[in-house]
């Protein structure tokens, strides 16, 4: 990426030759594009920020405050202290949950993935193709099928009921499959004749070798799970199982609009770690979706 | 995908030459194969492959989940033909498809373009960061806070707008400009998620084209025209079929932001399935209408295939 911003650098000093009027007034144009676009897309977060640090009562006060002007931190407080909604709970749920998801399908797709790009046997290629055609069937359709399924085991309530189902991805195990292609075969031939198995083959010498596409899938998994509105709708039922976003829905309508600070704390706790983690890894986030957005 | 066919190939035949000289290592490969898919495979028949062969059963039966199922023939087949509802549903959940995936693109690809251009870096940083982050975050609490941002009487888009002297907007209760408003949030949260694929796209173009154009005296213009349009196509058709079939599964964004309304106008078909399922408890009849939109997402995936031979250029 760098290379790329570097090369493009030293593109400009030939463009700079000549500048033309209508140069200039199109990067007026490009520039006010892109920022009338970043704050219309960044103006309701800080909205959100701003708003939840103001006075309980002030919150819906108008003009609305774009920038803090009150710093009433106790409304987090009292969103996490809340004795009748336990906030750190609903966190830990919603965390445990992406955790587990995210470490099962890492596993499960670095091995099929390893599989269909490494080994060979008879069949391989018609399981590969079942595993990409399913790629087309949209969520929607398995939905209730999945659910029926959910409540005979009488998985219903239960976290499993959100686990199970997303410990694979077809589109994971076709991005580690292409990663593996990857790797050069001189690697695991000589681990081979060195006298490595398969299992030892596989973790200690082709796994290292994925690094980015296993932190892309990481990054989506994770945030699909941590996001996931839909299942905990579906699956959950008691108010201890709940996961963050539904809590934070449920926040909105339990504490009714008088709250309304509360409520958006609340939507800032669940944003923090978000945007903490996209400051620290920007790169990696932008990366992985770029690996992943062409693989396609 | 034609590099990794060329690699493969060298790959098979020393393994080739290798199951010669190792001959007993050959049956350790087939079974090391399927036992390192067994664990995807089984979650993925579980969980994927099995519903959807439950679903065309379930379409013939009825089932409310606390009586047993029943034989009910094609009775929901000819619900779905009899159900005044699902055409306006099918209606809206079209456009909200077009014009979703339409901003979306075009907003994304613009976005990309503009941000891909020469600039500082911590400015990079701050535009990708504050374009991009609304993908990030849980879409079901930003529904909630665009829901307290549109309220007609007190939200805060009315009063900006009265502020620069324009009329307050019923953004939510109006039947037309709530379908306005899920269209809005959708593009404001999801642009930027195609931005960063449109930005892959760009710089995965050789800086050594738009040299050699420039060397020849093309204008900034032409080399937008010539260079960057045909070259993005491969990457604008990935990320039409992607947005496409991730608008018509909509569901978080309707259910918090307008529950549907008012009346049906913002109902999208995902919601209505829920509802089918989940409120009504005709999972049959759920199953049915599901199907229907498989099928039109096959179709149009299809027809997007088809239709890329005129516009998308491969090299």
Redesign the interface.
């Given at each position: 990426m760098s290379t790329i911003e570097q090369t493009s650098a030293q593109r400009k000093p030939a463009s700079r030759f000549r500048r033309p009027p209508w140069f200039v007034a199109g990067e007026i144009l490009i520039w006010s594009f892109l920022i009338i676009m970043a704050i219309v897309e960044f103006a309701p977060i800080s909205w959100i920020f701003s708003t939840s640090l103001r006075n309980p009562s002030d919150s819906f006060k108008l003009p609305p405050d774009f920038w803090p002007t009150a710093f009433h931190w106790e409304n987090y407080l009292a969103v996490i202290n809340s004795p009748q909604i336990n906030f750190l709970l609903f966190f830990w749920n919603s965390l445990k949950i992406a955790l587990i998801v995210t470490l099962a399908q890492l596993l499960t797709c670095s091995m099929a993935g390893f599989s269909f790009a490494r080994l060979r046997y008879p069949g391989r290629d018609v399981i590969f193709f079942v595993f990409l055609s399913s790629l087309m069937v949209p969520a929607t359709v398995i939905m209730i099928p999945t659910f029926i399924l959910v409540r005979m085991v009488g998985l219903l309530d239960t976290h499993w009921a959100l686990i199970l189902p997303a410990t694979t991805s077809a589109f994971g195990v076709f991005l580690l499959r292409q990663a593996f292609m990857g790797i050069p075969s001189e690697l695991t031939d000589a681990a081979k004749i060195d006298g490595a198995g398969y299992w030892r083959m596989y973790w200690q010498i082709a796994l290292p070798l994925v690094g980015p596409a296993l932190s892309a899938l990481a990054i989506f998994t994770f945030l699909g799970s941590w996001n996931n509105f839909l299942g905990p709708v579906l699956y959950l039922r008691s108010w201890d199982n709940y996961t963050f976003p539904i809590a934070i829905v449920m926040l909105n309508g339990y504490m009714g609009t008088g709250n309304r600070a509360h409520v958006l704390a609340g939507v800032m706790i669940s944003i923090f770690p978000v945007l903490l983690f996209f400051l620290l890894a920007q790169r990696f986030v932008i990366r992985g979706i770029a690996v992943t957005g062409l693989k396609g | 995908m034609a590099t990794?066919t060329n690699?493969?190939s060298?790959?098979?035949s020393?393994?080739h030459a290798?199951?010669i000289r190792w001959g007993s290592?050959r049956t350790?490969?087939?079974l090391?194969?399927?036992l390192?898919?067994v664990?995807?495979?089984v979650?993925?028949f579980?969980?994927?492959?099995?519903?959807?062969l439950?679903?065309f059963v379930?379409i013939f039966m009825r089932?409310d989940?606390l009586s047993p199922p029943e034989w009910h023939g094609v009775k929901n087949l000819s619900q779905l033909l009899s159900d005044p509802r699902l055409v306006q549903i099918y209606w809206n959940t079209l456009r909200f498809v077009v014009f979703a995936t339409f901003f979306n693109n075009v907003?994304g690809l613009?976005?990309a373009m503009?941000?891909?251009?020469?600039m500082h870096?911590t400015v990079?940083?701050?535009?990708?960061?504050?374009?991009?982050?609304?993908v990030?975050?849980?879409?079901?609490?930003?529904a909630?806070?665009?829901n307290?941002?549109l309220t007609q009487d007190?939200g805060?888009v009315n009063?900006l707008l009265q502020q620069i002297g324009l009329d307050p907007v019923p953004w939510l209760s109006s039947s037309t400009w709530a379908m306005v408003s899920v269209v809005m949030f959708d593009v404001?949260r999801a642009c930027?998620?195609l931005m960063?694929?449109y930005?892959?796209?760009l710089?995965?173009i050789p800086?050594v084209l738009?040299?050699a154009a420039?060397i020849d005296g093309a204008s900034?213009f032409q080399r937008m025209r010539h260079i960057t349009l045909p070259l993005i196509t491969p990457?604008a058709f990935?990320?039409m079929?992607?947005s496409l079939?991730g608008a018509?599964?909509v569901?978080?964004n309707v259910?918090?932001l307008t529950g549907g309304g008012p009346g049906d106008a913002t109902r999208l078909?995902?919601l209505y399935?829920?509802e089918i399922?989940?409120k009504r408890f005709e999972?049959g009849y759920?199953?049915a209408v599901?199907?229907t939109?498989?099928a039109i997402?096959?179709a149009l995936?299809l027809f997007q295939f088809r239709m890329s031979r005129r516009w998308v250029h491969y090299d």
């Open positions: - | 990794a690699r493969q060298p790959t098979n020393a393994a290798r199951s290592n350790q490969e087939v090391a194969g399927y390192f898919i664990p995807a495979f979650s993925l579980i969980f994927l492959i099995a519903p959807i439950a679903a379930l089932y989940v907003l613009l976005l503009g941000v891909n251009r020469a870096s990079k940083y701050i535009l990708r960061t504050a374009l991009f982050f609304p990030l975050t849980t879409t079901a609490s930003l909630l806070v665009w307290f941002l007190r805060v009063y404001w930027g998620f960063v694929i930005l892959a796209g710089q995965a800086d738009y040299e420039s900034q990457t990935f990320a079929i992607i079939i018509a599964q569901f978080d259910w918090v078909i995902v399935i829920y399922g989940f999972m759920a199953a599901s199907l939109l498989f997402l096959i995936t």
